[in-house]
């Protein structure tokens, strides 16, 4: 077997650790290609065929790693590639892909592979750590540090619920492939999501990460007061970019804890026309909530696509609980009914837009480790809007509350806020969300 030829930057597969992207907020980057994938339908074909034709590195993230067809179809490309000299590394979730590791391990047993296993679930005693909690749930692979794929969509097959069993119709979820500069920035996260799950992390050390460099929520409330009034100068740089212009967005534990919250902020303070937003699980925190209502009275068009066949009841419960507040300040609430909803994407106006796998709950904005691209580019925008009203068109629009207003509705929603408080807590997290 001939061996790859050496890789770019000239350094070793796994020897050299990786640090995290800095802190503060993603550079904007002109001169990429980015191109909208609708489901797995469309992503694993693309990613087999540039796994296919990898010539140094493959690194590939992901919270579920199932064992269908679909996945497994991936999991031979990746150990193809690795016999060809392929440097190949791949780090799954310990509990989203908990059931199929065994099988994973016979997959992927091929010299030039790496499989670790982000926080596994092995022992009974991992479960009294509170970074448990923290899951990976990125959906990340980068070939050659030049093409890469961000979404929200798991290596399992669309019509597959690990909850219902296989389905007549593909869930909705989308994806992007990536070339350009941004890919860089995707390539660097993946590396370093695989040396933090190959060496360990010890919660303490974490936890005291978190103490030491945690955003202020004074922070957040202070840029959301400047998008009260949009300054003329908010996006000077960007439109001197070459198209496409993107930008790479993760969620950390450690330095980048609000940084989607924070992206999408900053895009529903400047909307002016309309706003998409489409997620399954979908419980934001009050500056989150304020954004959309502040966006509404001004008169932008405000729609939320949330799920209507719910794969969670109490995650249903918890979107339903906002219903009343959202319907209240004119936000329009749409329920997907033909198949499950998974896609975690928005848009604002003609030229922003992001898909990722970063749901709009405390578990994504607070916990989780998430990866979003954002987009500013009209076609693209255009794209995606297309996709979104087809599936509006297909959806049940929600014209008032599931629960009547009264005690009743109280008692819900303070259930579900009580519960979200407590879970922050045991994950280690204080203060109001």
Known sequence: MAAADPAPDGSGAFGRLRRWPPAGSAPVTGGNRVQLLSGGDALFPAMCAAIDAARHRVWLATYIFHDDPAAERVAQCLAAAARRGVQVGVVVDGFGSKTTLPVLRRWLDVPGVQLVVFRPLDRWWRLLHPGQLRRLHQKLCVIDDHRGFVGGINLIDDRHDLHHGWTERARLDFAVEVQGPVVAQMAQTARAIHTRARLGADWRDEALALARSAEPVARMRRILA??????????????????MRAAFVVRDNLRQRRAIEQAYIEAIGRARQRLVVVCPYFYPGRLFRRALREAARRGVQVRLLLQGKADYRFAALAAQVLYDEMLRNGVRVFEYMPAFLHAKVALVDDD?????????????????????????????????????????????EVLSPPVAAGWWSVLRRGFVAWAAHWFLRLAGLSGRY
């Open 226 to 243: 400047r998008l009260k009034v949009r300054a003329p100068a908010a996006d000077a740089g960007i439109d001197t970019l070459a198209p």
């Open 352 to 396: 922003w837009a992001t898909v990722g796998s970063s749901n709009i709950d405390p578990l994504s904005l607070l916990l989780n480790l998430e990866a979003n691209l954002i987009v500013r580019d009209a076609a693209f925008t255009a794209q995606l809007a297309q996709r979104l009203e087809a599936a509006l068109a297909e959806s049940r």
